[in-house]
Every structure is written in structure tokens, then in C-alpha cells.
Nanobody, 114 residues
């Protein structure tokens, strides 16, 4: 099982990025999925999740700016990030929770500059 995250990069504050997470060896289906982020020296924190009942939830810090979605046919998870702020700088990880276990992508770095 592999989750391959991509789409990170350097963006100016106020800009947008779309992260993607492609799954191989498994399927996202309608299992719980999410995006997390981590800054060096801090704990990994949840950014957005879609629970198994398909309800999206967002961290307060990103509500109204980020949107999580998935394309079942493409077996890909997305995170659209708009109005990016300096404090959004972090490594972003995708996550999948299935009955067989929990899986993480390798992380993609998002750097927001002033």
C-alpha cells in the first residue's frame, strides 16, 4: 500500500495550492481519509478529514479556506488550499483509515512566503 502526496511548493501569502494524494495497492473508497500537517518541533495536527459517513470536518484554522475532496474513480484525495497564510507552512500528509490498518503518505512540503 502506498499513498503518494504531491502538489506542495512555494507560494506567496494569499495564493492557492492543490495537494493530491494518489493511492496504490488499496482504494480510498468511502473510508475515512484526511490531511494532516506538521511543523518541525511540533505535533502533527489534523487539517481536514472526511469521516466514514462522508462528513467533512476542518480545523478551525483552515475553515473557509481549505476544501478536502476525493475522486473515487481516480483513487485520489485532494486538498484545495486558498488564501494561504504564513502559518500554513508545514509538511502535509495524507491519511487513510481502513479496517486493515492506517496508512500515511510521505508528506509534501508547503511553504508560504510573505
Amino acid at each position: 500500500v502506498q499513498l503518494q502526496a504531491s502538489g506542495g511548493g512555494l507560494v506567496q501569502a494569499g495564493g492557492s495550492l492543490r495537494l493530491s494524494c494518489a493511492a496504490s495497492g488499496t482504494t480510498f473508497g468511502y473510508n475515512a481519509v484526511g490531511w494532516y500537517r506538521q511543523v518541525p518541533g511540533k505535533q502533527r495536527e489534523v487539517v481536514a478529514r472526511i469521516s466514514s459517513d462522508r462528513t467533512p470536518n476542518y480545523a478551525d484554522a483552515v475553515k473557509g479556506r481549505f476544501t478536502i475532496s476525493r475522486d473515487i474513480a481516480k483513487n485520489t484525495l485532494y486538498l484545495q488550499m486558498n488564501s494561504l497564510k504564513l502559518e500554513d507552512t508545514a509538511i502535509y500528509y495524507c491519511n487513510l483509515v481502513k479496517r486493515t490498518g492506517e496508512y500515511w503518505g510521505q508528506g509534501t512540503l508547503v511553504t508560504v512566503s510573505s
